[in-house]
T-cell receptor
């Protein structure tokens, strides 16, 4: 079946540091890939997505590139801020027939950014 | 409102009791999902509704769990004879048809079974 493996963390960085959170996946065919973020006390929000190989998703300074050859979708940001402190989830969606695009999530990575 | 709403936000119940959790998705979102978020299992898919089609119940962990969606909008997740392992945050998400996994989540209901 489908699965997502991501860096478990927790990750603690100083403000303006470079961030990488690794994510790899296992799926048949061509899934769509996502990063969702959960800020403290809030619900899950879509951060960025990529729907085919070599696509780059980007939002709020975060980027991730869909690499089919390495089955990876690593999240990066060049300069993190305190407000980026949150739990980050890598996820995939793959439709194997029908219309169910359910998400399969990684375990989540807690990021804390200190001033 | 503009977002997905869920009620109650917190629910504490005794083992063996039944509970109902409610989700009100964004208007026009025909797809509706329930997920469960727990420390041990992470985020797991439970059930999927799309319009008037039969739901995909493949993620429900036992026959104590059921869900319905009335009028293609509001959904209720029911857990009968609750057990301590049912303690988790139950998340509802909606999306447009064939939106390739782009889903809009509610704030969740935190269920504690004592």
């Amino acid at each position: 079946g489908n699965s997502v493996t991501q860096m478990e963390g927790p990750v603690t960085l100083s403000e303006e540091a470079f961030l990488t959170i690794n994510c790899t996946y296992t799926a048949t065919g061509y899934p769509s890939l996502f990063w969702y973020v959960q800020y403290p006390g809030e619900g899950l929000q879509l951060l960025l997505k990529a729907t085919k190989a070599d696509d780059k998703g980007s939002n709020k300074g975060f980027e991730a590139t869909y690499r089919k050859e390495t089955t990876s979708f690593h999240l990066e940001k060049g300069s993190v801020q305190v407000s980026d402190s949150a739990v980050y989830f890598c996820a995939l969606s793959h439709n194997s027939g029908g219309s169910n695009y359910k998400l399969t999530f990684g375990k989540g990575t807690l990021l804390t950014v200190n001033p | 409102g503009a977002g997905v709403s869920q009620s109650p936000s917190n629910k504490v119940t005794e083992k063996g009791k039944d509970v109902e959790l409610r989700c009100d998705p964004i208007s026009g979102h025909t797809a509706l999902y329930w997920y469960r978020q727990s420390l041990g299992q992470g985020l797991e898919f439970l059930i999927y509704f799309q319009g008037n089609s039969a739901p995909d119940k493949s993620g429900l962990p036992s026959d104590r769990f059921s869900a319905e969606r009335t009028g293609g909008s509001v959904s209720t997740l029911t857990i009968q004879r609750t057990q301590q392992e049912d303690s988790a945050v139950y998340l509802c998400a909606g999306g447009k048809n064939r939106a390739w996994g782009e889903q809009y989540f509610g704030p969740g209901t935190r269920l504690t079974v004592t």
